[in-house]
């Protein structure tokens, strides 16, 4: 289990590329938002999105955006509800989007039981009625997880399949 710097943040996720031992990390992170999102980084989130609104190329997260919300999935999986905050917020991804699988960001958040994220999604109104491809709702991938504290959360939230 990864232990945890004074900030929360588990050690090896930098919360700023200042804190960024790796030069290729730090040098992807600038100019591609799945590599920002990696380093941890809110700065190197932010400044990939400002780039992008200036070039006026796609980084925004359209449906379309798969770039943006796999770098969401990734925040998820790392449990960095800030960088998963980040990314919804700036990058405009919708809040119920749902990649190749049908899955919905609370949906890997309940399938990697990263409750903090879920929490986060949750107050962001994400559905907890949805299903994926194979018909699961978060509160179903949630239980097959094993995640107690995830179906609990969402069964407040409303769910109840």
């Known amino acids: ?9 588990p050690t090896g996720a930098p919360t700023n590329l200042a804190e960024s031992a790796n030069t290729e990390i730090f040098a992807n992170a600038t ?12 700065e190197a989130i932010e400044t990939v999105i400002q780039a992008a609104a200036a070039a006026e190329t796609d980084v925004r997260g359209s449906a379309g955006n798969k770039v ?19 990314l919804v917020e700036k990058a405009a991804i919708p809040i119920d989007d749902a990649g190749v699988t049908g899955n919905t960001p609370l949906m890997w958040s309940a399938i990697f039981c990263k409750t903090n994220v879920m929490s986060s999604l949750l107050v962001k109104g994400a559905s ?13 991938l949630a ?19």
């Open 128 to 140: 907890v009625t949805l299903t994926n491809k194979d018909g699961k709702t978060p509160l179903a």
């Open 68 to 86: 943006a919300y796999s770098a969401l999935v990734t925040a998820i999986f790392d449990d960095s509800t800030a960088v998963a905050d980040v």
């Open 31 to 42: 100019v591609d938002l799945f590599s920002a999102a990696r380093s941890g980084s809110i």
């Open 143 to 161: 239980k097959n997880a094993g995640c107690a504290s995830g179906a609990a959360l969402l069964r407040k939230a409303g769910a109840r399949k």
């Open 1 to 9: 289990m990864p232990t945890s710097q004074p900030s929360g943040q």
